[in-house]
């Protein structure tokens, strides 16, 4: 088979892309190692910045995402037994984040491909990138038994943290910097009435709490748990009892809870590649970079990956202008640094970390305590939270 770009993975990312390409007669092939049903079954991100919106419509997938979406304005930051509210809209210059869940925009991107007859190839194993360095890259996998070849002019690694596509990347070329937090998030969906309806993001002294949301019927709470606590130690009724524990009394009491309906432990992890480009291979999405889910950066991050690699593709097949493929990588890190920044610094503000000394806990209230009473801080966490410009 022949096709101008070939997308390895059928994540937000390779999606987006595939559709956005196809929009302007580039030919795409995309390559999925797992069921469309399989991808869909990931409870993941729920918070999309302003900038990801507008690339789902120029993707014609934004209908639904804007009857269903909910417009959020602000945050809640629970300590103390008390509520503060950031105000969002007032301090990013009257922005606001989308709350629509991954799960859908996915469903919606898998739609439009199905609808346009994009070529989507799923349950693909053994996916080898060749010769990336030469003006005629090709990809070979196996589906049912049988090896087949793709030729292209590009690849787009759009694989995910544990895809093959960054690993094609020589080792002497590939710069990876990385940081573990001592802990990981143990994620529940239920369908319940949120208990809030914005989000509250918790910080107490037994551990970091998230009450989020997918729509007015359907709840998505987060706590913190060690690294050596797995799905099966917490019963959902441990799970609501430690929640509620995090959270202020007035919250608290007002908590509606039921069974869960997904119940996922993710370690939370900062992690960097560099560079994004190698000979004809772009890296986007998370096989490029991951952030802890603190500061809701993951996919927003995958969205100007995407934003960027589109234009430089359109540069080049409708200009012959490869400026843009050429400078990728330096433009794509400045902006994903700048995420992993907050997402750190959030991260750091408001978890319980394990071995902090007397002084790092005091830094961290100071820290909280600077944020609450000036405007200037609460300005600097709206710029970031609604998605710096792509
Ligand atoms: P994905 O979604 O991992 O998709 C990659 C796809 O590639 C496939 N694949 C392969 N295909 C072919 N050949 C191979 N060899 C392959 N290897 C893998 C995989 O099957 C998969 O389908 O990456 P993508 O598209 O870059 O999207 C990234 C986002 O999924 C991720 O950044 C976000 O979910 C992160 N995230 C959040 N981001 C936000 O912006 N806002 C949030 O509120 C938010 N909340 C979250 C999150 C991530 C979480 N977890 C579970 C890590 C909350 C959580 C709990
Ligand atoms: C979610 O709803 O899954 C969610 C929201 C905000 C975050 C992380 C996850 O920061």
Redesign the pocket.
């Known amino acids: 088979m022949k096709t101008q770009v070939c997308i390895?993975?059928?994540?937000?990312?390779?999606?987006?892309i595939a559709q956005l390409l196809h929009l302007k007669g580039i030919e795409t092939i995309l390559?999925?190692?797992?069921t469309r049903e399989?991808?869909l079954s990931?409870?993941?991100?729920?918070?999309?910045?302003h900038g990801?919106a507008a690339l789902m419509r120029e993707a014609q997938c934004g209908e639904r995402m804007d009857r269903e979406g909910e417009i959020h304005e602000g945050f809640f930051i629970a300590h103390d037994d008390r509520l503060d509210r950031m105000d969002l809209h007032k301090h990013s210059g009257g922005n606001s984040v989308l709350v629509y869940g991954?799960t859908e925009l996915?469903r919606d991107l898998y739609e439009a491909r199905e609808r346009l007859h994009g070529a989507v190839i799923h349950n693909?194993?053994?996916?080898r990138l060749h010769d990336l360095e030469s003006a005629s890259p090709h990809v070979t996998?196996s589906v049912g038994g049988a090896t087949e070849r793709i030729d292209c002019d590009y690849v787009v690694g759009?694989?995910?943290?544990?895809?093959?596509?960054r690993k094609s990347i020589p080792a002497d070329v590939l710069k990876e910097h990385e940081k573990i937090y001592p802990f990981g998030?143990l994620?529940i969906l239920s369908r319940t009435k949120p208990v809030s309806p914005e989000l509250i993001y918790a910080k107490h002294e037994r551990g970091f709490a998230l009450c989020?949301l997918r729509s007015q019927v359907l709840s998505r709470y987060?706590i913190q748990v060690p690294l050596s606590d797995a799905v099966e130690d917490w019963s959902d009724e441990a799970f609501w009892a430690e929640l509620k524990r995090r959270l202020p009394s007035q919250v608290a009491q007002q908590m509606i809870t039921g069974p869960s309906i997904e119940k996922?432990i993710?370690p939370l992890r900062s992690f960097v590649a560099e560079p994004m480009r190698y000979g004809n291979l772009f890296l986007?999405?998370?096989?490029a970079h991951?952030?802890p889910?603190t500061?809701?950066?993951?996919?927003?991050?995958?969205?100007s990956?995407i934003y960027y690699l589109y234009h430089a593709m359109l540069a080049h097949y409708q200009r012959g202008d490869d400026s843009g493929l050429n400078g990728y990588s330096a433009k794509a890190l400045k902006r994903i640094w700048k995420a992993q920044r907050f997402s750190w610094w959030m991260t750091t503000l408001l978890h319980t970390f394990p071995d902090n000394s007397s002084y790092d806990k005091r830094l961290q209230q100071t820290e909280l305590d600077y944020l609450l009473s000036s405007e200037a801080a609460q300005r600097s966490l709206a710029e970031n939270y609604v998605g710096l410009p792509f």
Do not use: C, M
Not at 8 to 16: E, H, V
């Open positions: 390895i993975g059928g994540g937000p990312s390779g999606l987006l390559l999925e190692k797992h399989y991808v990931r409870i993941r991100a729920g918070v999309l910045e990801f991954q996915t693909v194993e053994d996916v996998y759009a694989d995910g943290f544990h895809g093959v596509s998030w994620g989020s987060y996922s993710a986007a999405g998370d096989a991951i952030v889910p500061g809701a950066r993951g996919l927003n991050s995958a969205a990956d």
